[in-house]
């Protein structure tokens, strides 16, 4: 079934408001079926067939959102673009997925519309950051009614492409049945309803905020508060309006940070959730202890939309990402053979369900490789599933040190610095070694007039850990690198400091 078609289903009272935006003003549930049937009309008339796909690198607006729901209902693929590529990454992917119709900032179309013209593109439209443009215009001159293209379970509905770091980016491709099953889930799990009011900041170019975030309030008939990006004194502002707030870890740093958040301005508040990079244990603690509410960490990826959860009711545990959700098989397996391990033991996860994606865009032996031969996803993630049933992360399994033919997990290194006094947090990693291969290398934020220095973290990590996993260096820095999720940059660490040890 079209994933359009089950969030219609939802939709008990057309007049009911269906996103709250930045400037106050309102839209309802009819008014998004008018106008998500206004642009999927223009888009027929720019060529777009069932299967096409539908190329956007847009700023965050509910135009943009609408447009993605268009293209849904023509029965097109959804390709989001990072406003952060450049022209040379954005040819790679249009060249790549070869779509239809590419939608850009008007500042950008004269660069796009020539890669378009090179890889044989029919169509380039605008949307700019206040929601106007070329794709608007035509769109206010359409008919309202359209009827929307029926879709099979395994027909795709969006191609996301991975963040690229250890080699080209691949297009994960997520079917109708991906997205519908993990927001049905995620309905249910989280307990959304027809009363929620989701605060959404999130970017919509990423899993977290296009699908996690919106097609669960979608497929709960509720509403959002729509804004362009987070800025903290607007949260504070629309958070007496809301039920529900979804983000990742810098939201609830920054948070903490603003005098308004207490536990009065959050009494109101039914769920808050951070995904997209581990939240750290002494944020989810300082956040309880001024709010009241135990965030919610949950884990997934770009390939398999959500695999686990904290509880709703029960433990949320700091440091794990909780339970597979129902319907979802997660398994610690060893990297090499596959071998299922026991309870306890750190290995490679492994996970399989309908929210699964379908393989990488045109890639068949790098989707054959990534698969067990009984349908297990093998996820690149290390971890471990304690006696509890919690699933913790311990990191990569690119980021896996091997020091003197040791094998190192950077995050058990991690939470012994991070528990040392004066550390904010701190990253691990491998840098070239010519005597151990590579040595270990702890990255650490200080808080602000603290005194440590690199002998006294190695000295306070002395009969913690094994001798091979103390760090041979520690460097101060005073913040990590992060890509636009709240993601650590490990690579641009190695980077930085490849010639650390000579």
Partial sequence: MNLFELIRSRITDPARTFIIKADGSTMSYADMLDRSGQIANVLVLDGVEPGDRVAAQVEKTVENFITYLAVLRAGAVYLPLNTAYTLAELDYFIGDAEPKLVICDPAKREGLAEIAKNRGVASVETI????????????????????????????????????????RSKGAML???????????????????????????????????????????????????????FDADEVMRYLPQATSMMGVPTFYTRLLKHPGLTKAACAHMRLFTSGSAPLLAETHDEFRAKTGHAILERYGMTETNMNTSNPYDGDRIAGTVGFPLPGVGVRIADPESGAVLKQGDIGV???????????????PEKTKAEFRPDGFFITGDVGKIDERGYVHIVGRAKDLIIT?????????????????????????????????????????????????????????????????????????VDDLPRNTMGKVQKNVLREQNAKLYG
């Fill in 128 to 167: 700019d950051a206040k929601g106007q443009g070329s794709l608007i215009e035509a769109a206010d001159k359409a008919p309202k009614d359209f009827a929307d293209v029926p879709r099979e379970d395994d027909d795709l509905a969006a191609i996301l492409y991975t963040s690229g770091t250890t080699g």
């Fill in 404 to 476: 003197g033919g040791f094998n190192v997990y950077p995050k058990e290194v991690e939470t012994e610095i991070d528990a040392l006094p004066g550390v904010v947090e701190s990253a691990v990693v491998g840098c070239p070694h010519p005597d151990f291969g590579e040595g270990v290398t702890a990255v650490v934020v200080l808080q602000k007039g603290a005194s440590a220095d690199e002998k006294a973290i190695i000295s306070a990590l002395e009969g913690k850990l094994a001798k091979f996993k103390l760090p041979k260096r520690v460097l101060f």
């Fill in 175 to 229: 079917t109708h049945r991906n997205l519908s099953s993990n927001a049905e889930t995620l309905r249910e799990y989280w307990r959304f309803t027809d009363k929620d009011v989701l605060l959404h900041a999130l970017p919509i170019y990423h899993t977290h905020g296009l699908f996690v975030a919106s097609n669960t309030v979608m497929m709960a008939g509720g509403a959002m508060i729509f804004l362009p990006k």
């Fill in 349 to 363: 996860i492994e996970v399989k369900g309908p929210n699964v994606f379908l393989g990488y865009w045109r890639m």
